[in-house]
């Protein structure tokens, strides 16, 4: 983990290092961590983990009950994903101060990691419940509206991840309340009101956290996708202007980020623009290395079918469908894609599965016409 140790001392001991006044004069290691913490935290605005965790060891090594140095240490580790490590630093902490609210919250936040991590989340499920408990012992010793709002901010976070969508709202509200200028919680609360399809509030929201962090790509992103979804007059114009400084703030075509640039390129295709769509969505799949943002599978795939590219628009929508099993709107255009292919069976049931998935029988007419003109068997979307 450590690839840098032996250049990381160098560049500690460098930094330590007071002007010797004579030419043999040899600089002497700091005994405290006074020198350590800000070089820590360099390194952790940098995303260098590695090299902010040996500072920050070194930090608890020299002072071990200092409770920033803990609290940065059980950060780091928690990046690292050192978790029974980041565990015991952060109870530590909160030993030493019982009421150093950040200790709290990070270490809710380690739980929530660690759950995240797991291979079989359902039967890691209590991780969550414990990182709740933690938050309720916070909310005990926080006085300060920051120190509440972080708390209920990392609460909502928590109850996103356990699908209790109503929960993570309220805790995001209650956050935004008692920090009303902290442009990341309104962006939290921004995209639970995208999800939750209230989209004027999510639109409002969204705009607030833009003014208050002007050159975050993915708030614009958000309230691209914001007006996009809301598709009343005059919003894909405004879904485009978000969209396309969301892109050029991340770095256009370099950027990394699979979202941003698959709001670009959903934009570009509603807009009919596919000559660029296409490369835009392409990108977008490219770096979405972990196979998370369904869309754009979905309208790269649309984007395909629109170019007669039946087939590769076939594993594009076999993956959104994946991505998310419930949307039948997925499985429809799959059923188009293995239909353009000439392969009946799997486009029935491409279709029974879009029917089912809206509900039934008499929720989705699109699916239904194009099963029963198939001749599909139960293609009224009966069992």
């Known amino acids: 983990m450590l690839r840098c140790f032996?250049?990381?001392?160098?560049?500690?001991?460098?930094?330590?290092?007071?002007?010797?006044?004579?030419?043999?004069?040899?600089?002497?290691p700091p005994n405290s961590c006074t020198q350590y913490m800000p070089l820590g935290k360099l390194y952790y605005q940098q995303n260098l983990m590695d090299q902010?965790?040996?500072?920050?060891?070194?930090?608890?090594?020299?002072?071990?009950?200092?409770?920033?140095a803990l609290h940065s240490l059980g950060r780091v580790e928690v990046r690292l994903k050192f978790f029974s490590a980041a565990v015991e630093h952060l109870k530590k902490c909160i030993t030493v101060d019982a009421k150093y609210w950040r200790c709290y919250v990070t270490l809710a936040d380690g739980y929530r990691f660690q759950w995240r991590s797991s291979s079989d989340?359902?039967?890691?499920?209590?991780?969550?419940?414990?990182?709740?408990k933690v938050l309720d012992d916070a909310e005990r010793v926080a006085t300060s509206n920051d120190a509440k709002a972080a708390i209920f901010n990392m609460r909502g976070t928590i109850y996103k991840d356990r699908g209790d969508q109503v929960k993570a709202i309220e805790s995001y509200e209650r956050a935004a309340t008692l920090a009303p200028n902290e442009g990341v919680i309104l962006f939290n609360l921004g995209t639970l009101y995208v999800a939750a399809n209230k989209l004027d509030k999510a639109i409002e929201v969204l705009k607030r956290a833009i003014n208050l962090m002007p050159r975050d790509a993915q708030f614009r992103a958000y309230l691209a996708r914001a007006y996009r979804v809301r598709a009343t007059t005059g919003?894909?114009?405004?879904?485009?202007?978000?969209?396309?400084?969301a892109y050029n703030l991340c770095g256009a075509e370099r950027c990394k980020d699979a979202f941003v640039v698959g709001q670009y390129g959903a934009v570009l295709f509603l807009q009919k623009n596919l000559n660029l769509a296409r490369p835009i969505l392409e990108q977008a799949i490219k770096v979405d290395i972990g196979r998370i943002y369904d869309e754009n599978y979905y309208?790269?795939?649309r984007a395909y079918m629109q170019l007669g590219r039946a087939k590769d628009a076939k594993a594009q929508f076999s993956v959104a469908v994946i991505l998310k099993i419930e949307e039948p709107l997925y499985w429809f255009w799959l059923g188009q894609s293995n239909e353009a292919l000439g392969l009946?069976?799997?486009?029935?049931?491409?279709?029974?599965?879009?029917?089912?998935?809206?509900?039934?029988?008499?929720?989705?007419?699109d699916a239904e016409r194009a099963a029963a003109a198939l001749k599909c068997p139960n293609s009224n979307g009966s069992r």
């Open 235 to 245: 919003d894909l114009d405004n879904a485009a202007d978000q969209a396309v400084q």
């Open 344 to 365: 009946k069976p799997e486009a029935c049931n491409a279709y029974a599965k879009s029917i089912s998935a809206a509900g039934g029988a008499g929720q989705y007419k």
């Open 121 to 132: 989340r359902s039967r890691s499920i209590s991780l969550l419940e414990e990182a709740l």
């Open 6 to 28: 032996p250049i990381l001392l160098l560049a500690l001991f460098s930094a330590f290092a007071s002007v010797a006044s004579a030419q043999n004069q040899q600089p002497k």
């Open 52 to 68: 902010a965790y040996l500072a920050f060891r070194t930090c608890v090594e020299l002072e071990p009950n200092n409770t920033e």
């Open 299 to 301: 309208f790269l795939g």
